[in-house]
């Protein structure tokens, strides 16, 4: 299933927000530049953990299903190194979970990826 696309609506909900973090941001950070540096850093990375997990997790859901698949790509069907692998989401909004992931070669992956029309 694709994503979601925000429509214009919610695009200018969206533009609003980020104005109002941005403004709160420049606030905390008393307008200086090396604390607005830290606080959008801070704020970005806490935003992809809420996507994609921590590396941590990621790095053990890898050690999971290399296990799960018995060390085998499930696209070509060959042997995965322990080290260069992606994991593949079935579902983006899924998450990275046990249930919606598949372990495969990177080179495997942009294949099917730009197969499926992703950029």
């Known amino acids: 299933m694709p994503n979601l696309q925000l429509n214009k609506l919610q695009l200018q909900q969206a533009q609003r927000l980020l104005d109002?973090?941005?403004?709160?941001?420049?606030?905390?950070?008393?307008n200086d530049s090396s604390a607005i540096f830290a606080f959008r850093r801070k704020i970005y990375k806490e935003l992809m953990y809420d996507e994609r997990s921590k590396p941590i997790e990621r790095k053990r859901l890898?050690?999971?299903?290399?296990?799960?698949?018995?060390?085998?790509?499930?696209?070509?069907?060959?042997?995965?190194?322990?080290?260069?692998?992606?994991?593949?989401?079935?579902g983006a909004m899924g998450g990275y979970t046990e249930e919606n992931v598949r372990l495969v070669h990177s080179a495997c992956h942009r294949k099917d990826q730009k197969k499926k029309g992703f950029k």
């Open 62 to 90: 890898k050690a999971k299903m290399y296990e799960k698949q018995k060390g085998i790509c499930p696209i070509c069907k060959k042997k995965l190194p322990k080290k260069g692998t992606d994991l593949d989401r079935y």
């Open 20 to 30: 109002k973090i941005r403004a709160e941001i420049n606030t905390l950070a008393n």
